[in-house]
């Protein structure tokens, strides 16, 4: 088990202050979300399907529009430099990639080929392309022996690792990974979570991690958010998080008496301490 880092210390490289999200002029998502992910830290922003995490990240990479919806209080700052009236390509081309939910491979094109995609706005020439290929290929090997199969018929772990492999050849300053667990087998979960702090330690990469998983994700973040209903309910060192004992109940699964049943957390009638 791998031992959680100390939170970094320098200034942010993001900043989300108190943002608000609305979609379709109506429905309100997001309501005062304020977080900060520092340079060369993994942050965990956590909570159950529908809290508001995968539209945190689009807020940040500017995806919003393209689902009619939109940052309509706060801002968003990265690097020193207010970005949110920014466009997608404009973050692309600062450092800021997001792996999006559910892989988005192209399946009918190779695993290299797709890996390769992510290198399109660069203009550093192929040498330098090919030679971050390469590096990818060191960070996941099984990819380099599936070069040559369609990216369709690989399986849904292989298909993630092409996903984040793909990120990669954009040089990320910023990493936000968008349930990189999901539908993935326990032994492939850790691989990949094994390999974002690979990327973390070795090249000083910043991530955020938006994770229905939390026992894993706070196993390797340094710092964690958890959101309930588009609000930031807690927060603190992973550490902190993984001995609260609201935590403890309603995402790990844990009581003072011990593991609870599925059926127990299903049931369970929150207290929501952290919001009296």
């Not at 340079?39 to 919003?64: E, M, P, R």
């Not at 801002?75 to 990639?97: F, K, N, Q, Y």
């Not at 990818?136 to 298909?159: D, V």
């Not at 990327?199 to 991690?209: K, P, Q, R, Y």
């Amino acid at each position: 088990m791998p031992m959680t880092p100390s939170p970094t210390e320098a200034a942010p490289l993001l900043s989300v202050n108190n943002i608000e999200v609305i979609y379709n002029h109506v429905i309100l998502v997001l309501k005062g979300v304020s977080l900060t992910v520092p340079a060369a830290g993994i942050v965990a922003l956590l909570g159950a399907n529908g809290a508001g995490k995968s539209t945190t990240l689009k807020a940040i990479s500017n995806l919003l529009k393209a689902e009619r919806g939109a940052v309509t209080k706060g801002s968003i700052t990265a690097m020193g430099e207010r970005i949110d009236p920014l466009t997608a390509s404009d973050l692309v081309r600062r450092g800021i990639i997001q792996v999006m939910e559910g892989r988005h491979c192209f399946p009918h094109l190779t695993v290299e080929e797709n890996i390769l995609t992510g290198a399109f706005s660069r203009r550093d020439g192929r040498a330098a392309a090919m030679a971050d290929l390469e590096r990818c290929y060191g960070y996941f090997g099984r990819l380099k022996e599936r070069r040559k199969s369609l990216a369709g018929l690989t399986s849904g772990g292989e298909q993630q690792m092409v996903a984040i492999a793909r990120a990669l050849m954009s040089r990320p300053k910023l990493l936000l990974l968008d349930e990189p667990s999901m539908g993935l087998a326990p032994q492939l979960v850790e691989e990949i979570f094994e390999i974002v702090m690979q990327l973390n330690a070795a090249e000083g990469m910043s991530i955020l991690l938006a994770e229905q998983n939390t026992n894993m994700a706070l196993r390797y973040a340094h710092y964690g958010y958890i959101l309930e209903n588009g609000r930031i309910v807690l927060d603190g060192t992973a550490a902190a998080l993984r001995q609260n004992d609201d935590v403890k109940e309603f995402y790990l699964g844990l009581s003072s008496a011990g593991r609870k049943s599925y059926r127990d957390v299903k049931h369970y009638r929150r207290r929501k301490r952290w919001l009296s």
